[in-house]
């Protein structure tokens, strides 16, 4: 069984600072437009149609709103409590609520993932093998830099290993490679998968590339 866990409990306070910049007003970045649907759609969408079994939405920071956005979805909702808690923190709390023997983990600000490139990296994970989005080499790695979200990984090396963060995923996937987990690098199907909404003008790449090429 393939779980799949995705954060969306974040401030997005570099988005808002970035708007308010440009004159406009503040949206959280989950919230944003995506021809018909919002960036948080979008992203559960591919989640959902990328062969996993459940998928889990761990929320926090503006929760109320994402859960509306999302409020007609096949998601189990995971409130963070307290909202204010790192990255680390809102994976294991989705891990947790997990069934899945594999856990495919992917942040709500990743739309352009695609569910056939989630799939690939679900299926290169196993109780030895965390499995994860390249950003460079593909295949087997010997390093963990420059790595993070998407990745699969067992329930139970999560739960071994996110305890120990303290906020972004790359240190734990750093400490997992010295202690002999093996890593698995999937090459992505389109350079644009490698792009987090952190900033408007990555909203702005986003949103051409649905525009021009998904309509």
Not at 91 to 111: K, M, R, T, Y
Not at 128 to 153: I, Q, Y
């Amino acid at each position: 069984m393939i779980s799949a866990v995705v954060t969306a409990a974040g401030r997005g306070s570099r988005m808002c600072r970035d708007m308010q910049e440009l004159g406009l007003e503040p949206v959280h970045k989950l919230l944003l437009p995506l021809n018909s649907v919002t960036v948080i759609e979008k992203t559960l969408d591919s989640v959902l149609r990328a062969g996993v079994d459940e998928c889990i939405i761990v929320t926090g920071h503006h929760a109320e709103e994402v859960e509306a956005a999302i409020s007609g979805l096949d998601v189990e909702i995971v409130r963070n409590d307290p909202a204010d808690v790192p990255l680390s923190a809102s994976l294991l709390n989705g891990v947790l609520s997990a069934s899945g023997e594999i856990i495919l983990c992917i942040a709500g600000d990743q739309p352009a993932v695609s569910p056939e490139t989630m799939g690939r990296i679900s299926e290169h994970a196993d109780s030895e093998t965390v499995s994860v989005l390249a950003r460079g080499m593909s295949g087997w790695l010997d390093s963990a830099e420059g790595l993070g979200m998407p990745l699969a990984a067992s329930s139970e090396l999560l739960k071994r290993y996110l305890p120990m963060g303290d906020g972004n995923i790359n240190p734990l996937l750093r400490l997992m490679v010295d202690d002999g987990i093996r890593l698995y690098g999937v090459e992505a199907s389109d350079p644009i998968e490698l792009v987090n909404i952190n900033h408007y003008s990555d909203y702005l790449r986003i949103r051409e590339y649905f525009g021009v090429k998904r309509k």
